[in-house]
């Protein structure tokens, strides 16, 4: 089994503020995924990176794979209360291993 | 369109009864995954199935638990008997066919054993 590793566990920053989370592993993956839960749902995928050094941006969100593919970040620009949630990172595969998560608060 | 749809929503039960918690997926997936939620351990999962065909079950704790997909449109993870240390948030997933590797997830049965 493949780990994730997330840091930081938690993140308690005021609104405007910009912040970034780590998914870190000792292996290679083919893929990271990464997703997002607000309280009392399930995740929702925000988005898949695939090849080493690659950038995706979803509005706010700035996403990264580590060149060697065996880390991705997440960086949030001017976070709003509206990204407040778990921010999850998972591998690829059917078992779609999954990091712990970071839970990101972001106050008014 | 509806999501995965699972109930209960919520489920307050007692230490040696009978637990089924239900699921049904997105109509078109082809892979339905059963996963547990708590603080200590984090999202894991219990078993999956492609094609209504339980592929890999080694996530599931012990022989208490079980799961079966009778047909292509509903699931069931059943617990029994059911002890306090298996309270937690229990999620359904489910994806679709081909090389897109995203889950959709249901929103959750919380289940509480007293």
């Known amino acids: 089994t493949q780990l994730l590793e997330q840091s930081p566990q938690f993140l308690s920053i005021q609104e405007g503020e910009n912040l970034t989370v780590y998914c870190n592993s000792s292996?290679?993956?083919?893929?990271l995924q990464w997703y997002r839960q607000e309280p009392g749902e399930g995740p929702v995928l925000l988005v898949t990176?695939?090849?080493?050094?690659e950038v995706k941006k979803l509005k706010r969100l700035t996403f990264q794979f580590g060149d060697a593919r065996k880390d991705s970040s997440l960086h949030i620009t001017a976070a709003q209360p509206g990204d407040t949630g778990l921010y999850l990172c998972?591998?690829?595969?059917?078992?779609?291993?999954f990091g712990a998560g970071t839970q990101v608060v972001v106050t008014p | 369109d509806a999501g995965v749809i699972q109930s209960p929503r919520h489920e307050v039960t007692e230490m040696g009864q009978e637990v089924t918690l239900r699921c049904k997926p997105i109509?078109?997936?082809?892979?339905l995954f059963w996963y547990r939620q708590t603080m200590m351990r984090g999202l894991e999962l219990l078993i999956y199935f492609n094609n209504n065909v339980p592929i890999d079950d080694s996530g599931m704790p012990e022989d208490r638990f079980s799961a079966k997909m009778p047909n292509a449109s509903f699931s069931t993870l059943k617990i029994q008997p059911s002890e306090p240390r298996d309270s937690a948030v229990y999620f359904c997933?489910?994806?679709?066919?081909?090389?897109?590797?995203?889950?959709?997830f249901g929103p959750g049965t919380r289940l509480t054993v007293l």
């Open positions: 990176v695939v090849t080493g050094g």
């Open positions: 292996s290679v993956f083919s893929s």
């Open positions: 997933a489910s994806r679709p066919p081909g090389g897109r590797r995203e889950q959709f």
């Open positions: 998972a591998g690829p595969g059917s078992k779609h291993q």
């Open positions: 109509s078109g997936h082809d892979y």
